[in-house]
């Protein structure tokens, strides 16, 4: 009886702990939006470290394939779980569009960045630097706009 | 002469063998989120695990026996099963993300998804447990574990302002953006990462498969006093790297590729290579100490012949243990589990877990039955009594926490 009701714990507290929730306000809403503004700006900042690392000639390409992959994986999982949460008002109908449009340069730059580099052209990412800068720039007047 | 070095090689080891797969994680990403505002708890757990490290190293030493062959004595076989149940369940999720992290480490060096190296990784932690004495094992990938003072060398590369990190690090606080749950959630992981249980039955087990008398308390004093302390500076460089490094830029460490890369921007390639093997011996010797500790405290609770000492023949059913936890956690990790959240969810329930462990090993070292003139001093039983309650604060405060804070997101 114990151990089936720490097994459920332990299976609740997992589960608990994994879910994306609802948002039932457009502040809660809002949140969520900032949130994966905040996943796609730490993997464009990954990738200028990337760029950074490449241009003082410390690029190993099996290592930075990987890093940029993985930041791409984790601002695409960002996005696709903030676009499944049912916006609570037709005000954050508007958050999410202006979402999409100021995610969407970044999710480019981290695709053309780990094209690039799996096709073992490191120049071409450290060529993605301006691209990555007005990607920044976006999310940050996103941020400005609804924060 | 061949004393000292054997104690030098000691405490070399246990430097390097106290970082794991928990420690990167926790102090990496703790660094990029909190910057030094949570250094003090790895402190106050590096303490923790220098006092009870060092008492059930002495009860060996003194007993001749290990921890949970005590446990089961002490506690009577029904709690002592429920506090195998957990001990267990712990030990076998850090397996995992152990596992987990050679295969993402060897992923890192060759661009070779992770999935395709957790087999070979599994069948490398079995044949090194097969095959190798236990002192070898212990001290190859300690000594290797080494490798990761390359993110003390960048560290002091990045020339930080020191005294900017020790005044954060005094004046601990709650960052802008980040919530207070958050924060004590983030310190209950890294307090996990510092006194994860396989640690004390890894120590206590090595002492007894070592055969350790009271003529080795000294090593034990040296392995634990001096080796802990600087294993715990290794896990404050992967901090302070990713404070100056990652958390200017709002750049979080959930990749083990992210926790690498405050040292590959100070020191290139070379740091790379060091980043890379560090990783690599930490994780790999800290999956053999975890498959070794699932077949201990399972082998040592029915009272079954266990160590490495023995032949695999008269240990059939501790090695027996040992193969299937590998094996499982093996296809559990093939699951496409994400191994960083297996790892982060391993060192949240290691402090939940914590109580099971250290209140059995305070209890034994207490026992004239067992330790005759070698139980606790004063210091010993006011810091184990503080550290008590600090553990069971900490383990009735974690599931709430990681339900609280969606597991620190």
């Known amino acids: 009886m114990v151990k089936r009701a720490v097994i459920g714990l332990i299976g609740v507290a997992l589960a608990a702990s994994a879910c994306v929730g609802p948002s039932r306000t457009d502040a809660d809403y809002t949140s969520k939006a900032l949130h994966t503004v905040d996943v796609v700006r730490s993997s464009l900042q990954t990738v200028q470290l990337a760029i950074d690392v490449i241009d003082h000639g410390g690029g190993y390409r099996p290592y930075l394939s990987r890093l940029i992959g993985n930041v791409e994986d984790d601002a695409n999982a960002a996005v696709n779980s903030f676009e499944v949460v049912q916006p609570p008002s037709t005000t954050a109908d508007g958050v999410r569009s202006e979402l999409g449009d100021a995610v969407d340069p970044g999710i480019d730059v981290l695709s053309a960045a780990r094209i690039a580099i799996r096709r073992s052209d490191p120049d071409a990412v450290v060529a993605l630097e301006p691209d990555l800068h007005a990607a920044l720039d976006q999310l940050d007047r996103f941020e400005a706009s609804v924060g | ?409």
């Open chain 2, 1 to 409: 002469m061949k004393r000292v070095l054997s104690i030098f090689l000691g405490i070399l080891t246990a430097i390097g063998g106290f970082v794991d797969i928990g420690d990167i994680v926790a102090n990496a990403e703790a660094g990029a989120r909190f910057k030094w505002g949570l250094a003090w708890v790895v402190v106050i757990g590096v303490l923790g695990i220098v006092l009870f490290a060092e008492m059930s190293g002495r009860v060996a030493a003194v007993s001749g026996r290990a921890t949970f062959d005590l446990v089961r004595e002490r506690l009577g076989p029904r709690l002592a099963l429920a506090n195998l149940g957990a001990s267990f369940f712990v030990t076998f999720l850090t397996l995992i993300a152990e596992i987990a992290g050679v295969a993402l480490a060897l992923e890192l060096a060759t661009s070779v998804n992770y999935l395709l190296w957790i087999p070979l990784v599994g069948f490398g932690v079995w044949l090194v447990i097969w095959r190798l004495p236990f002192e070898a094992l212990e001290r190859i990938f300690g000594l290797l574990g080494l490798a990761l003072v390359v993110f003390a060398v960048a560290a002091f590369h990045l020339a930080p302002d020191w005294g900017d990190i020790v005044h954060q690090a005094t004046h601990p606080g709650v960052p802008h953006g980040e919530g207070i749950p958050t924060y004590w959630y983030f310190a209950i992981g890294l307090f996990g990462a510092a006194m994860t249980p396989y640690e004390v039955f890894f120590f206590s087990s090595g002492a007894v498969e070592e055969a350790w008398s009271e003529e080795d308390l000294g090593t034990n004093k040296a392995n634990v006093f001096i080796g802990f302390p600087l294993g715990g500076l290794l896990s404050l460089s992967l901090m302070t790297v990713a404070a100056v490094v990652l958390n200017p830029l709002d750049v979080s460490a959930d990749h083990l590729s992210q926790a690498a890369l405050p040292a590959v921007v100070s020191l290139g390639k070379v740091g790379l290579a060091f980043v890379l093997m560090g990783f690599f011996a930490a994780t790999f010797g800290a999956a053999l100490e975890t498959g070794l500790s699932a077949g201990y405290t399972v082998a040592q609770y029915f009272g079954w012949q266990w160590g490495k000492l023995v032949a695999p023949r008269d240990a059939a059913r501790f090695h027996t243990v040992v193969l299937a936890s590998v094996l499982v956690a093996v296809v559990v990790g093939l699951t496409s589990v994400d191994p960083i959240k297996v790892t982060e969810y391993s060192i949240v329930f290691s402090a939940v877990a914590l109580p099971l462990t250290y209140l059995p090993i305070l209890v034994v070292a207490n026992d004239p039955t067992y330790m005759g003139d070698r139980v606790n001093g004063r210091l010993a039983n006011g810091l184990g009594s503080v550290y008590l309650v600090v553990i069971l604060v900490a383990a009735a405060a974690a599931i709430p926490l990681m339900i609280a804070t969606k597991g620190g997101a």
